[in-house]
């Protein structure tokens, strides 16, 4: 895996001239959200930004990267011939830069290869990517999502991790209070998640711990009293949330989150925040012959104590009380949908079967 240059600290925008003019980009591919960007960066900081650059910006997008999008985009990109992609906005933005990236070669339908019929060959241009909200961790992944005919996949290759990232957290001091705690609840569920999957390894739980510990120290000021003290928290939690997913993946409540926002419209980290504290609690009845993780359930079971030791949970009963809790204090609790016997059976026959094997406990059995 590529190593990446990692830009850090309130300003640190600022540092994107020099590595353009270092690496001698001259015709800038920028990729951005809509009008939020506006809200961000004003003209003079723009203009200041890519001074002597040539710059085609490509914006407005679906609110998950659709094929359409990402198709508009390279064809955009193709006729402009960039010398480098850079991304300021949100996941959806930074993982479109991606999948443009990683198509910009191929001259005929990206549809096999977003589907996984046939392989990445290689990707020529370099990618600077600033995130804007702080919770996928896109920034540090090597995959992207991207949705076709409604369906989810996830496009994966090493050389789709950005070389450089930017964490400004100053661009994070105007996303609203909903956004803030749905963002962030992502960052804490992808680091509980990537701490019991059964592709852990020591370097992600370090990674993820990272993300729990930031996450559950910096998300509710961050949601009720914003101040760049925990603006910046919630910024490298995310950061370290996508570093430890870029090794272990996501698990079943991200599983079984695509179907909440697809059918019932809950905005992904909302719905992510509503399974956690079930998938958890079912990750608890481990044994033996329902485990998925060749270490075996002792070793899952360990791993589950630690991350209520992080959480500072006391019982296992208090496990879903903990995230009801939590959620009820961010405003991410839905109308739209509740957990019952009858909603689990149908999350059951539409889950992501990729994403649930990596859970260390097979659920539903």
Excluded at 77 to 101: H, Q, R
Excluded at 226 to 253: C, D, H, V, W
Excluded at 324 to 330: D, G, S
Aim: hydrophobic content about 40%.
């Amino acid at each position: 895996m590529k190593l990446q240059n990692v830009i850090q600290g309130v300003g640190s925008l600022k540092e994107l001239p020099l590595i353009l003019r270092n690496d001698n980009h001259s015709r800038v591919l920028l990729i951005t959200g809509g009008e939020s960007f506006g809200s961000i960066i004003d003209a003079a900081v723009y203009e200041k930004l890519f001074e002597g650059s040539v710059v085609h910006r490509i914006k407005g997008f679906h609110f998950s990267p659709k094929y359409e999008d990402i198709v508009s985009a390279l064809q955009e990109a193709k006729s402009f011939k960039p010398t480098v992609i850079v991304s300021i906005g949100g996941g959806t933005v930074i993982d479109i830069a991606k999948l443009v990236n990683a198509f910009y070669t191929l001259d005929y339908d990206i549809k096999p290869y977003i589907q996984g019929e046939r392989a990445i060959e290689s990707i020529v241009l370099p990618l600077i990517v600033v995130p804007t909200t702080s919770g996928t961790g896109s920034e540090a992944t090597h995959f992207a999502v991207a949705y076709v005919d409604g369906k989810k996949y996830s496009v994966a290759h090493e050389a789709m991790l950005p070389n450089h990232v930017i964490l400004d957290p100053s661009l994070t001091y105007s996303l609203p209070s909903f956004q803030t705690a749905a963002t962030g609840m992502d960052a804490l569920c992808q680091g509980i998640e990537s701490y019991w999957s059964v592709n852990s390894t020591e370097e992600s739980r370090q990674f993820a711990r990272k993300a729990i510990e930031f996450s559950t120290e910096f998300l509710l000021q961050a949601y009720s009293e914003p101040n760049p003290k925990n603006r910046e928290g919630m910024q490298l939690a995310a950061f370290y949330s996508g570093k430890a997913i870029n090794i272990s993946k996501t698990t079943a409540a991200h599983a079984f989150s695509y179907h909440l926002t697809s059918k019932y419209g809950i905005p992904h980290g909302q719905a992510v925040g509503l399974l956690i504290g079930w998938v958890f609690q079912e990750n608890f009845k481990v044994i033996d012959d329902n485990c998925n993780d060749p270490r075996g359930s002792v070793f899952v079971r360990e791993r589950l104590v630690e991350i209520k030791q992080i959480l500072k949970i006391e019982s296992d009963e208090d496990i879903t009380l903990y995230f009801q809790k939590m959620n009820k204090r961010l405003g991410l609790q839905s109308e739209r949908f509740s957990l019952t016997r009858e909603t689990i059976k149908e999350l059951m026959q539409v889950v992501n079967q990729e994403r649930l094997s990596n859970n260390p406990v097979k659920i539903g059995t």
